[in-house]
């Protein structure tokens, strides 16, 4: 019987990814654990090894391809023994079911399928305007709007139904499972039946609410032939999705505050040149080179364990109280930005966190990173710093509770008992969940860094 060989899921959040490349070809002998593929992923290039024995009957879809939805089908094995001609005509069927783009042109979904679930061709682009003013109502898919499940629809649909004022979670699917189509749309808003979903805001409140341009909007403002049309890769479609969610959904609450720097820079510099020195292919090399944000990674840590309430996440349900910092640190790379994470940085040294991370970072901007490595943490920090920018504020990572911008370090005039005198003084400004993380307990957390950055022995005991 032939093996479907499915894409799989790499992380918990992922829902597609793009086919790099296959490092078979049809005819070969593959055993359990062989590298068979290589899948990149919104931040990462993973690998992909086979899980059974066999013999690669069918490659269904082509290396370079883009947007493979999880679960689809990608290769067809043949068994031991088996034909692996019949076990590619064998395969057949599911691909037609399972391989990415097999929709309809204008009435390809933008939706996933769940998790688990394959995504479902539809037999048509759309119902006709007659069949789906008529069609009964379908629990299923009312329930999963109740819910606050997703809504499946097709870009048409959901194109016309934002012109025109439609709330889709109130709209019957006539469409195949369920789907959303055109005909759905302009049924609903020529009999105005849509109606919000629970917990939404009424019609005329969403009515009155500002609506993003369209793209072709954008582009009519500027002139012909003066610009050029660079898609977005998975990356930039991840950080843009993620941000919205973050900013429409976390009610944020900042707080600033200046740190003195003079004690934490001379310390930085006592540790780096006691630092024992190391054989390498260039000559003697220190063991570790201390930065400067490898001490805010430490002080961060310390300070979530000096202030356990505010190293939570909030979910509907509960708080979660994490038991150990898992900091996260924004890296820029090609196209975007990614947070690796130390783990349990309130128990490493100095040393460690700074080997760690310049391993991270190089492995970060050539995508070589695993999901478990970016993935999740209790906080994160953002520096921008090296690049002059004095104070800003950073956007939460969900389901993170905080998020520490961190400015330059520079010279400033301070008042010292009644005197002016010099200081080297870096702002940062913390970001909190206010559902999670209130005023009084941000400043709590923002005040325990400030006395680790201003007094930094403490972070070596």
Not at 33 to 42: K, Y
Not at 411 to 417: G, L, Y
Request: charged share 25%; net charge negative.
């Amino acid at each position: 019987m032939p093996i479907n060989i499915t894409m799989p899921a790499l992380s918990p959040t992922m829902e597609e990814g793009n086919l790099a490349k296959w490092l078979v070809k049809e005819g070969d002998k593959v055993s359990p654990g062989d590298v068979i593929a290589e899948i990149e992923t919104d931040k990462a290039t993973m690998e992909v090894e086979a899980v059974d024995e066999g013999t690669v009957a069918k490659l269904v879809v082509p290396a370079g391809t883009e947007g493979v939805k999880v679960n689809a089908l990608i290769a067809v094995l043949a068994a031991e023994g088996e034909d692996a001609g019949a076990a590619a005509k064998g395969g057949d069927a599911p691909a037609k079911v399972d391989a990415p783009k097999a929709e309809a042109k204008d009435e390809a979904p933008t939706q996933e399928a769940p998790k688990g679930e394959a995504p479902k061709t539809e037999a048509k682009a759309e119902v006709p305007k007659a069949d789906a003013a008529a069609a009964p109502a379908k629990p299923a898919a009312n329930s999963a709007a109740a819910s606050g499940d997703r809504v499946f629809a097709s870009p048409l649909a959901r194109r016309i139904a934002k012109d025109a004022g439609v709330d889709l979670s109130g709209v019957t699917g006539s469409g195949p499972h369920g789907r959303i189509v055109k005909a759905d749309v302009e049924a609903a808003a020529k009999g105005g039946v849509a109606k919000p979903a629970a917990g939404q805001a009424p019609a005329g409140a969403a009515a009155s609410a500002p609506k993003a341009m369209s793209d072709d909007a954008v582009l009519k403002l500027f002139e012909q032939g003066s610009y050029e049309l660079v898609p977005h890769d998975n990356m930039r479609k991840t950080i843009a999705r993620r941000l919205v969610e973050a900013k429409s959904t976390i009610p944020h609450f900042y707080l600033t505050l200046d740190c003195e720097l003079d004690a934490l820079l001379a310390l930085r510099s006592q540790l780096n040149a006691a630092a024992p020195m190391k054989k390498t292919d260039k000559g003697e090399a220190p063991t570790y080179k201390l930065s400067v944000n490898d001490m805010v990674i430490k002080a961060m840590a310390m300070a979530l364990v000096a202030v356990p309430d505010a190293n939570a996440s909030w979910t509907e349900q509960a708080m979660v109280k994490h038991k150990h910092a898992d900091v996260g640190v924004a890296v820029s790379i090609p196209g975007g930005l990614i947070t690796p994470i130390i783990r349990k940085a309130e128990q490493k040294t100095l040393s460690a966190i700074s080997n760690e991370m310049k391993d991270l970072a190089n492995r970060a901007k050539n995508r070589k990173l695993k999901p478990e490595e970016y993935q999740g943490g209790t906080t994160s920090v953002s520096n921008l710093g090296m690049f002059g920018i004095k104070d800003f504020a950073a956007v939460i990572n969900p389901p993170q509770a905080t998020i520490l911008a961190v400015g330059a370090g520079e010279q400033r005039a301070v008042v010292k008992d009644g005197e002016v005198k010099v200081a080297t003084v870096m702002s940062v400004t913390l970001s909190t969940d206010h559902r999670a993380v209130d005023g009084a307990l941000g400043a709590e957390l923002l005040v325990a860094f400030k006395r680790y950055i201003e007094n930094p022995m403490g972070m070596l005991v």
